[in-house]
């Protein structure tokens, strides 16, 4: 058995998405072939108090938002105007070995 280090970021971003994707740098974190993402989750509200889970499942087809980690860039893609959505918290969750 070997031993890892158990990490969680946390990533605030302050605007809406009114683009099919959006890039965002990945701050601190250095995707290695020692890193594991074990949950990548958060959530959008407006300025209301609607709130969306991410990744977002829509019933209705293309309204959804998904997110992926490159080793880059977190990437949030949707197919319509979320922009009334500004302020998103996306958790990583990610072990090193």
Do not use: H
Not at 32 to 43: E, H
Not at 61 to 90: H, K, M, N, Q
């Amino acid at each position: 058995m070997s031993s890892v280090q158990s990490l969680r970021s946390i990533l605030l971003i302050t605007y809406g998405s009114r683009y099919q994707y959006l890039d965002l740098g990945l701050n601190e974190i250095t995707v290695t072939d020692t890193l594991r993402f074990t949950r990548i989750y958060g959530t959008a509200n407006d300025s209301d108090t609607s709130y969306l889970p991410l990744p977002f499942a829509s019933s209705v087809a293309g309204d959804g938002i998904s997110l992926e980690i490159t080793p880059t860039v977190i990437r949030i893609t949707t197919a319509i105007d979320y922009s009334a959505y500004t302020e998103t918290f996306i958790i990583l969750e990610y072990f090193k070995a």
